[in-house]
Protein backbone atom coordinates (compact mmCIF):
# COMPACT_ATOMS: atom_id res chain seq x y z
CA UNK A 1 0.00 0.00 0.00
CA UNK A 2 0.71 3.38 -0.76
CA UNK A 3 1.03 6.90 1.82
CA UNK A 4 -1.77 8.28 -1.24
CA UNK A 5 -4.19 4.79 -0.89
CA UNK A 6 -3.87 4.60 2.82
CA UNK A 7 -4.77 8.20 3.06
CA UNK A 8 -7.57 7.34 0.62
CA UNK A 9 -9.22 4.82 2.70
CA UNK A 10 -8.75 7.01 5.84
CA UNK A 11 -12.70 8.16 5.50
CA UNK A 12 -13.92 4.60 5.86
CA UNK A 13 -12.72 5.02 9.66
CA UNK A 14 -14.85 8.09 10.99
CA UNK A 15 -17.57 6.20 11.37
CA UNK A 16 -15.27 4.87 14.42
CA UNK A 17 -15.11 6.36 18.28
CA UNK A 18 -11.80 8.92 17.45
CA UNK A 19 -10.16 6.59 20.14
CA UNK A 20 -10.71 2.90 18.14
CA UNK A 21 -9.99 4.09 14.90
CA UNK A 22 -6.42 6.02 16.24
CA UNK A 23 -5.70 2.79 17.99
CA UNK A 24 -6.46 0.90 14.49
CA UNK A 25 -4.33 3.44 12.82
CA UNK A 26 -1.63 2.74 15.06
CA UNK A 27 -1.53 -1.06 14.36
CA UNK A 28 -1.71 -0.57 10.25
CA UNK A 29 1.23 2.14 10.59
CA UNK A 30 3.18 -0.36 12.85
CA UNK A 31 2.42 -3.41 10.00
CA UNK A 32 4.06 -1.14 7.82
CA UNK A 33 0.55 -1.02 5.99
CA UNK A 34 0.36 2.52 5.11
CA UNK A 35 3.76 2.44 2.90
CA UNK A 36 6.72 4.42 2.44
CA UNK A 37 7.16 7.63 1.12
CA UNK A 38 8.35 7.74 -2.56
CA UNK A 39 9.68 11.44 -2.53
CA UNK A 40 13.02 13.13 -2.36
CA UNK A 41 13.40 15.98 0.19
CA UNK A 42 15.13 19.03 -1.78
CA UNK A 43 18.22 20.41 -0.42
CA UNK A 44 16.44 23.89 1.23
CA UNK A 45 14.74 21.69 3.78
CA UNK A 46 18.04 20.34 5.39
CA UNK A 47 18.83 22.16 8.54
CA UNK A 48 20.54 21.77 11.96
CA UNK A 49 18.91 22.64 15.35
CA UNK A 50 20.29 22.23 18.77
CA UNK A 51 22.90 19.96 17.16
CA UNK A 52 21.49 17.87 15.14
CA UNK A 53 20.96 17.53 11.29
CA UNK A 54 17.25 17.23 9.94
CA UNK A 55 16.37 15.89 6.61
CA UNK A 56 13.15 18.69 6.37
CA UNK A 57 11.66 20.56 9.07
CA UNK A 58 8.71 18.27 9.22
CA UNK A 59 7.82 16.52 12.41
CA UNK A 60 5.16 14.44 14.20
CA UNK A 61 4.03 15.77 17.74
CA UNK A 62 4.23 13.31 20.75
CA UNK A 63 0.68 12.14 21.45
CA UNK A 64 0.33 10.24 18.02
CA UNK A 65 2.49 7.40 19.23
CA UNK A 66 2.79 7.12 22.72
CA UNK A 67 4.20 3.85 23.14
CA UNK A 68 6.99 4.23 20.46
CA UNK A 69 5.23 1.23 18.44
CA UNK A 70 5.68 2.77 15.31
CA UNK A 71 8.56 4.96 15.00
CA UNK A 72 9.96 3.52 11.85
CA UNK A 73 6.95 2.99 9.55
CA UNK A 74 5.96 6.76 10.21
CA UNK A 75 9.69 7.96 9.85
CA UNK A 76 9.10 6.50 6.47
CA UNK A 77 6.31 8.66 5.68
CA UNK A 78 8.87 11.40 4.71
CA UNK A 79 9.04 13.25 8.45
CA UNK A 80 11.91 14.87 9.33
CA UNK A 81 11.46 13.50 13.06
CA UNK A 82 9.42 11.89 14.96
CA UNK A 83 8.68 12.35 18.69
CA UNK A 84 7.44 9.51 20.69
CA UNK A 85 5.18 9.64 24.50
CA UNK A 86 3.97 10.99 26.59
CA UNK A 87 6.11 7.77 28.63
CA UNK A 88 5.58 8.17 32.49
CA UNK A 89 7.80 6.26 34.81
CA UNK A 90 4.80 3.65 35.21
CA UNK A 91 2.11 2.27 33.30
CA UNK A 92 -1.71 4.33 33.75
CA UNK A 93 -4.83 4.00 32.21
CA UNK A 94 -5.12 7.51 31.54
CA UNK A 95 -8.73 8.94 32.22
CA UNK A 96 -11.93 7.12 31.17
CA UNK A 97 -13.29 7.02 27.97
CA UNK A 98 -14.41 8.44 26.33
CA UNK A 99 -11.80 10.90 26.03
CA UNK A 100 -10.86 11.58 22.63
CA UNK A 101 -13.85 13.79 19.91
CA UNK A 102 -13.54 14.51 17.06
CA UNK A 103 -15.02 18.06 15.89
CA UNK A 104 -14.74 17.63 11.99
CA UNK A 105 -16.40 20.92 11.73
CA UNK A 106 -13.46 22.69 13.10
CA UNK A 107 -10.80 20.52 11.95
CA UNK A 108 -9.74 19.76 15.43
CA UNK A 109 -9.69 17.52 18.16
CA UNK A 110 -10.15 17.25 21.74
CA UNK A 111 -8.42 15.24 23.99
CA UNK A 112 -8.11 14.10 27.63
CA UNK A 113 -6.61 11.12 27.34
CA UNK A 114 -4.43 11.49 30.65
CA UNK A 115 -1.12 10.23 30.01
CA UNK A 116 -2.62 6.95 28.97
CA UNK A 117 0.39 4.56 28.04
CA UNK A 118 2.44 1.11 28.68
CA UNK A 119 5.03 3.02 31.06
CA UNK A 120 9.24 3.26 30.53
CA UNK A 121 10.47 -0.01 30.62
CA UNK A 122 8.56 -1.26 27.18
CA UNK A 123 9.34 2.46 25.61
CA UNK A 124 12.84 1.57 26.40
CA UNK A 125 12.58 -1.86 24.89
CA UNK A 126 11.04 -0.77 21.82
CA UNK A 127 13.06 2.34 21.00
CA UNK A 128 16.33 -0.81 22.20
CA UNK A 129 15.41 -2.31 19.54
CA UNK A 130 15.12 -0.31 16.47
CA UNK A 131 17.59 -0.42 13.82
CA UNK A 132 20.52 2.21 13.65
CA UNK A 133 20.78 4.44 11.89
CA UNK A 134 17.03 5.78 11.73
CA UNK A 135 16.13 7.84 8.62
CA UNK A 136 14.87 10.59 10.91
CA UNK A 137 15.76 12.11 14.11
CA UNK A 138 13.87 10.66 17.36
CA UNK A 139 12.95 12.58 19.98
CA UNK A 140 11.76 11.22 23.43
CA UNK A 141 8.62 13.11 25.25
CA UNK A 142 8.45 12.41 29.19
CA UNK A 143 6.01 12.93 32.06
CA UNK A 144 5.24 12.03 35.31
CA UNK A 145 2.53 9.69 37.04
CA UNK A 146 -0.80 11.33 37.87
CA UNK A 147 -0.28 9.28 41.38
CA UNK A 148 2.79 8.72 43.40
CA UNK A 149 4.62 11.42 41.55
CA UNK A 150 7.78 13.39 42.19
CA UNK A 151 9.24 15.70 39.29
CA UNK A 152 12.54 16.55 41.00
CA UNK A 153 13.13 12.51 41.11
CA UNK A 154 11.03 11.25 38.16
CA UNK A 155 12.16 13.37 35.22
CA UNK A 156 15.68 12.88 35.66
CA UNK A 157 15.01 9.24 36.10
CA UNK A 158 13.31 9.19 32.55
CA UNK A 159 16.00 11.26 30.78
CA UNK A 160 18.72 8.63 31.88
CA UNK A 161 16.59 6.19 31.14
CA UNK A 162 15.79 7.38 26.92
CA UNK A 163 18.84 9.72 26.87
CA UNK A 164 21.04 6.19 25.00
CA UNK A 165 18.12 5.99 22.68
CA UNK A 166 17.03 9.67 21.87
CA UNK A 167 18.56 11.99 19.56
CA UNK A 168 16.54 14.76 21.98
CA UNK A 169 14.27 14.87 25.22
CA UNK A 170 11.44 16.50 25.58
CA UNK A 171 9.89 17.74 28.85
CA UNK A 172 6.34 17.53 29.06
CA UNK A 173 4.87 19.63 31.81
CA UNK A 174 2.27 21.62 29.43
CA UNK A 175 -0.28 19.06 29.25
CA UNK A 176 -3.97 19.70 30.86
CA UNK A 177 -4.89 16.24 31.43
CA UNK A 178 -2.57 15.33 34.83
CA UNK A 179 -3.68 17.27 37.92
CA UNK A 180 -1.12 19.69 38.63
CA UNK A 181 1.52 19.31 35.57
CA UNK A 182 1.37 22.56 34.18
CA UNK A 183 1.66 24.24 37.77
CA UNK A 184 5.79 23.44 36.90
CA UNK A 185 5.91 25.74 34.33
CA UNK A 186 5.87 28.13 36.91
CA UNK A 187 10.12 29.49 37.38
CA UNK A 188 10.42 28.31 40.73
CA UNK A 189 9.65 24.40 40.04
CA UNK A 190 11.02 24.95 36.67
CA UNK A 191 13.78 25.78 37.95
CA UNK A 192 14.50 23.00 40.49
CA UNK A 193 12.91 20.41 38.29
CA UNK A 194 15.63 21.82 35.14
CA UNK A 195 18.43 21.79 38.03
CA UNK A 196 17.71 17.69 38.70
CA UNK A 197 18.13 16.71 35.41
CA UNK A 198 21.25 18.76 35.21
CA UNK A 199 22.73 16.85 38.16
CA UNK A 200 21.88 13.66 36.24
CA UNK A 201 22.92 14.68 33.04
CA UNK A 202 26.12 15.20 34.59
CA UNK A 203 26.80 11.97 35.65
CA UNK A 204 26.14 10.31 31.41
CA UNK A 205 27.60 9.33 29.43
CA UNK A 206 25.36 10.10 26.18
CA UNK A 207 23.46 13.43 26.99
CA UNK A 208 20.94 14.26 24.10
CA UNK A 209 20.03 18.19 23.94
CA UNK A 210 16.62 18.71 26.41
CA UNK A 211 13.50 20.69 25.02
CA UNK A 212 10.75 21.83 27.38
CA UNK A 213 7.10 21.71 25.73
CA UNK A 214 4.74 24.54 26.91
CA UNK A 215 1.65 25.56 26.91
CA UNK A 216 -0.21 27.90 24.50
CA UNK A 217 -2.52 29.60 27.63
CA UNK A 218 0.47 30.79 29.68
CA UNK A 219 0.34 34.39 30.15
CA UNK A 220 2.56 36.78 28.07
CA UNK A 221 4.00 37.91 31.33
CA UNK A 222 5.22 34.58 31.91
CA UNK A 223 6.69 33.62 29.32
CA UNK A 224 10.12 35.39 30.41
CA UNK A 225 10.89 33.62 33.11
CA UNK A 226 10.12 30.23 31.80
CA UNK A 227 12.51 31.55 28.61
CA UNK A 228 15.38 32.95 31.50
CA UNK A 229 14.93 29.51 33.52
CA UNK A 230 15.80 27.26 30.50
CA UNK A 231 18.69 29.35 28.83
CA UNK A 232 20.09 29.46 32.14
CA UNK A 233 19.89 25.65 33.14
CA UNK A 234 21.11 24.08 29.80
CA UNK A 235 17.84 23.37 28.32
CA UNK A 236 18.45 23.54 24.13
CA UNK A 237 14.85 24.20 22.91
CA UNK A 238 11.07 25.14 23.64
CA UNK A 239 8.27 23.22 21.66
CA UNK A 240 5.51 26.41 21.85
CA UNK A 241 2.81 24.70 21.92
CA UNK A 242 0.69 21.83 24.00
CA UNK A 243 -3.13 21.88 23.35
CA UNK A 244 -5.45 24.84 24.63
CA UNK A 245 -8.03 24.38 27.51
CA UNK A 246 -9.85 27.98 25.77
CA UNK A 247 -12.47 26.93 23.41
CA UNK A 248 -12.88 30.14 20.99
CA UNK A 249 -16.13 31.47 19.95
CA UNK A 250 -15.87 30.49 16.71
CA UNK A 251 -15.80 26.48 17.06
CA UNK A 252 -18.92 25.11 15.68
CA UNK A 253 -19.18 21.33 16.65
CA UNK A 254 -21.57 19.98 19.71
CA UNK A 255 -18.53 18.24 20.91
CA UNK A 256 -16.81 21.74 21.62
CA UNK A 257 -17.59 22.10 25.25
CA UNK A 258 -16.28 18.84 26.05
CA UNK A 259 -13.48 19.05 28.73
CA UNK A 260 -9.55 18.76 27.45
CA UNK A 261 -7.29 20.12 25.25
CA UNK A 262 -8.17 21.33 21.93
CA UNK A 263 -5.80 21.11 19.25
CA UNK A 264 -5.74 21.20 15.13
CA UNK A 265 -7.01 24.87 13.46
CA UNK A 266 -8.59 26.85 15.86
CA UNK A 267 -4.87 26.85 17.96
CA UNK A 268 -3.39 28.00 14.87
CA UNK A 269 -3.46 31.46 15.83
CA UNK A 270 -3.38 31.44 19.46
CA UNK A 271 0.22 28.93 19.14
CA UNK A 272 2.07 30.87 16.72
CA UNK A 273 1.46 34.23 18.52
CA UNK A 274 2.81 32.85 21.77
CA UNK A 275 5.84 31.68 19.41
CA UNK A 276 6.37 34.74 18.00
CA UNK A 277 6.38 36.43 21.62
CA UNK A 278 8.69 33.33 22.43
CA UNK A 279 11.33 34.08 19.69
CA UNK A 280 11.43 37.59 20.78
CA UNK A 281 12.25 36.97 24.34
CA UNK A 282 15.04 34.10 23.40
CA UNK A 283 17.14 36.36 20.85
CA UNK A 284 18.21 33.51 19.12
CA UNK A 285 19.69 31.30 22.88
CA UNK A 286 17.10 28.55 22.43
CA UNK A 287 15.48 26.71 18.94
CA UNK A 288 12.20 26.77 19.15
CA UNK A 289 9.38 23.79 17.75
CA UNK A 290 6.30 25.36 16.26
CA UNK A 291 3.25 23.14 17.13
CA UNK A 292 -0.31 23.92 16.64
CA UNK A 293 -2.67 23.42 13.83
CA UNK A 294 -0.51 22.89 10.97
CA UNK A 295 -2.18 21.19 7.71
CA UNK A 296 -0.45 22.60 5.22
CA UNK A 297 2.71 24.11 3.78
CA UNK A 298 2.05 27.50 4.19
CA UNK A 299 0.65 27.27 7.91
CA UNK A 300 4.19 25.68 8.70
CA UNK A 301 5.61 28.22 6.68
CA UNK A 302 3.94 30.68 8.94
CA UNK A 303 5.85 28.80 11.82
CA UNK A 304 8.91 29.28 10.74
CA UNK A 305 8.52 32.89 9.99
CA UNK A 306 7.21 32.92 13.38
CA UNK A 307 10.07 31.90 14.82
CA UNK A 308 10.50 28.00 14.81
CA UNK A 309 13.24 26.23 13.22
CA UNK A 310 11.28 22.66 13.31
CA UNK A 311 6.96 22.33 13.39
CA UNK A 312 5.10 19.11 14.19
CA UNK A 313 1.89 18.49 13.43
CA UNK A 314 -0.95 15.38 15.01
CA UNK A 315 -4.43 17.14 14.38
CA UNK A 316 -3.75 17.58 11.00
CA UNK A 317 -2.27 14.38 9.89
CA UNK A 318 -5.12 12.59 11.53
CA UNK A 319 -7.24 13.93 9.83
CA UNK A 320 -5.15 13.90 6.01
CA UNK A 321 -3.18 10.46 6.99
CA UNK A 322 0.46 9.34 5.44
CA UNK A 323 0.48 11.86 2.51
CA UNK A 324 0.72 14.71 4.66
CA UNK A 325 4.05 15.18 5.52
CA UNK A 326 5.48 15.30 1.86
CA UNK A 327 2.82 17.29 1.08
CA UNK A 328 4.21 19.84 3.32
CA UNK A 329 7.46 19.36 2.94
CA UNK A 330 7.08 19.88 -0.87
CA UNK A 331 5.31 23.12 -0.19
CA UNK A 332 7.46 24.47 1.84
CA UNK A 333 10.39 23.61 -0.36
CA UNK A 334 8.51 25.87 -3.11
CA UNK A 335 7.33 28.51 -0.51
CA UNK A 336 10.93 29.07 0.58
CA UNK A 337 12.35 29.11 -2.70
CA UNK A 338 9.60 31.33 -4.09
CA UNK A 339 10.42 33.88 -0.93
CA UNK A 340 14.23 33.28 -1.89
CA UNK A 341 15.58 31.68 0.46
CA UNK A 342 18.26 28.71 0.20
CA UNK A 343 17.75 27.39 3.71
CA UNK A 344 14.90 26.81 6.39
CA UNK A 345 17.12 29.00 8.64
CA UNK A 346 16.90 31.86 6.22
CA UNK A 347 13.50 32.31 7.12
CA UNK A 348 12.93 31.86 10.56
CA UNK A 349 11.60 35.11 12.73
CA UNK A 350 10.96 37.23 9.56
CA UNK A 351 7.99 37.59 10.76
CA UNK A 352 8.52 38.06 13.97
Known amino acids: MTPALASALMPLMRGLDAETAHGIALKALAAGLAGRDPGIDDPVLATEAF ?16 DAVAVLPLMRLGF ?17 RPRLF ?7 VINRMGFNNGGLDGYVARLRDLPRPLPAVFGANVGINKEGADPERDYPALYAA ?45 KPPLLVKIAPDLADDAL ?11 VAGLIVS ?21 SGAPLFTRSTD ?6 RLTRGRLTLIGVGGIATAEGAYAKIRAGASLVQMYTGFAYAGPVLPRRIADGLAALLKRDGFTHVADAVGKDA
Open 51 to 66: GLRFRNPVGLAAGFDK
Open 80 to 96: GFVEAGTVTPRPQPGNP
Open 102 to 108: RLTEDAA
Open 162 to 206: VAPHADYVTMNVSSPNTPGLRDLQGEERLAAILDAIAATRATLAR
Open 224 to 234: GPIVEACVSRG
Open 242 to 262: NTTIARPSTLRSPLARQAGGL
Open 274 to 279: VLRNVH
